[in-house]
């Protein structure tokens, strides 16, 4: 599996995203600088990682979700490229319109940086099928701008179309219906605000993120 | 030819900043506040060529997320 980081200014998960893949997948990512125009020849699986890019001026990924390179992102993810956006990854993804939604500063006005419990909605994507409907993982989450929000139509599309991969087990930040993940409509881009690449090894406290990954290297 | 973009968030939508800034309000005695909203000004320094379809272009591409928030474009005379 040939597999890509894009690093955005102020992305800071980009290189936990990169030892994750790597341990996966037996191969260091490619790691994109946002200016690029160009992915790599080839590639299987791309990463936006999280953290602050452009300080979340204007609004959390805006501005990165114009940078040049997320044209060809769009472009490998409409082929059937597997694209993963993590936090401010998920925040670029739905800036960028490649995923429906929006996320907003957390109702509970609190950064929220703890271990939480997901469950898994639905395991019908290269994510998530390695994981059962209904199981229970833990997985981290940093975040201050957390909250899904999207109208009640767009809502239930996603739940309506099994879009929705993981929800908040309980509620942390008011996201709507507990979303923690959605899907693109051919199930190929997955959008979450909590991190599995820091769940990969005992030592992270435990590898409930690694089978997401694993997921995707089985389906390819 | 300076423009002001008002970026407002959509009726319904939780506005977490704006309750901060209510509650603070109240903690500093003013009653009657009923309800708080934050939002963004933008200020815009334009050439003559730039037409109002361009401005409204910029603010739906990027000045604003139309999925949580509107916008008003108002010129500023002088």
């Known amino acids: 599996m040939k597999t890509a980081v894009i690093v955005f200014p102020g992305s800071n998960c980009d290189r936990d995203m990169a030892v994750a893949l790597e341990q996966v997948t037996g191969k260091a990512p490619a790691m994109i600088w946002h200016r690029e125009s160009e992915l790599p020849e080839g590639v299987d699986f791309i990463a936006l990682p999280g953290g602050f890019s452009y300080g979340d001026y204007l609004r959390c990924g805006a501005i990165s979700a114009r940078s040049p390179i997320i044209a060809a992102v769009k472009a490998a993810a409409d082929r059937g490229v597997r694209v993963l956006g993590v936090c401010n990854g998920f925040q670029v993804l739905t800036e960028a319109g490649m995923l429906p939604g929006a996320l907003m500063r957390n109702a509970t006005m609190n950064f929220i940086c703890r271990d939480v419990s997901l469950t898994v909605a639905n395991n019908n994507s290269d994510f998530t099928r390695l994981y059962q409907a209904g199981e229970q993982v833990n997985f981290p989450v940093a975040h201050h701008d957390g909250n899904f929000n999207a109208d009640v139509d767009t809502l239930d599309r996603l739940e309506g179309e099994g879009r929705v991969a993981f929800r908040y087990t309980t509620p942390i930040n008011g996201a709507a219906r507990d979303i923690a993940g959605i899907l693109s409509e051919k199930r190929n881009v997955l959008g979450m605000m909590p991190h599995p690449e820091r769940m990969i090894e005992p030592a992270h406290g435990g590898n409930d993120g690694r089978r997401l990954f694993e997921g995707v290297l089985a389906a390819l | ?78």
Do not use: W
Request: glycine fraction near 8%; include cysteine.
């Open chain 2, 1 to 78: 030819m300076k423009t002001r973009i008002y970026v407002t968030l959509k009726n319904g939508v939780l506005d977490p900043q704006g309750k901060a800034i209510h509650h603070a309000l109240e903690g500093l005695g003013f009653s009657g506040v009923n309800d708080v909203r934050a939002g963004k000004l933008i200020e815009l320094d334009l050439d003559d060529s730039v037409t109002t379809a361009d401005i409204e272009r910029m603010c739906q591409q990027l000045l604003a997320n139309t999925v949580i928030e509107n916008f008003r474009i108002e010129p500023v005379a002088g």
